[in-house]
């Protein structure tokens, strides 16, 4: 995450007005807001059950994942503004290979990870994987393998990126449920938030297997880096908490309360690092939250369900997708 620092905008970004893009899943559009002033200055229908908002490979474009309407929907980040859209086979998440040659789209419901052409989503190759929920992932840090997690198949599957195929597996607890991954800034220990085990387990993706586990809190769901990769931000949806991991220790050192309660998911930090931003998914909200010291700067209301909200523009070369995952 070095390139993902304060300040370290591309130059294809700069100018970007910064806006956090809210997908409401129930509500089939999204609400744009501004983070200066915790305003909607924007608002736009898209495609049934957008999922999530994504950054393509070369910071050009964000794309609304439409899960059920079975299309992508541009959004101009230079503009803030909606553009056409495009049909893809069930998108409930999309990620980009290292190499920017991919788009990787995650059909949940086809149990298939489908490698499209980055720029038109033409497909090029599919691969149907052994597991049902397949739904986030994250790239080792030398780009050959990906750990992606299998919500209802209470495991998680290493796939081969230059020749996409199924190179093993690891089981987690009976009835677990994972969700969001993330490699460590080391790139030692894939992290895995599970909601049903209520914490984060810790995956050696070599080998693979799991090395240990982290109890957070109810519902483990979201997971961010801070910007200075200190620290793991776990969003704790069924709580209403933040669980604050550190990197060094492996172990929880705070943990934040949502005032009044929530129930955050998915999201991502602020270019300068300040503010973490996550959807409340059951509460029709967004939190602003202050890295400093989790207090939380603002409550904004949005559309009903809403989930992978992505905050743009951020530091780094180059996106692996999901709401914002740089290099």
Known sequence: YSETRPGHLSPVVKGFPERVYVPNSKSNSVDVIDPRTFKII?????????????????????????????????????????????????????????????????????????????????????????CPGV?????????????????????MIKVDVAEPRVLGSVKLRPGAMPQDVKLSPDGKVFYVADMRSNGVYMIDGEKPSVIGFIPTGLGAHGLYASRDSKVLYVSNRGEGTISLIDFETRAVVKKWVLPGGGSPDMGGVSEDGKVLWLAGRYHSEVYAIDTKDGKLLARIPVGREPHGLCIYPQPGRYSLGHTGVFR
């Open 135 to 155: 739904d986030h992932v994250d790239f080792s840090a030398d780009g050959r393998y990906l750990i992606a997690s299998c919500e209802f198949g209470a495991r």
């Open 42 to 130: 924007d608002h736009f229908d898209v495609g049934l059950l957008p999922q999530h908002v994504t950054p393509s490979w070369d910071l050009r474009t964000l794309w609304v994942l439409n899960n059920v309407g079975n299309t992508v929907t541009k959004i101009d980040p230079a503009t803030g503004k909606k553009g056409g859209s495009v049909r893809v086979d069930a998108p409930y998440n999309m990620y980009y290979t290292p190499d920017g040659k991919y788009a990787m789209v995650v059909a949940e419901r086809l149990r298939r990870l489908d490698f499209r052409d980055p720029h038109t989503m033409r497909l090029q190759r599919s691969l149907s994987v052994p």
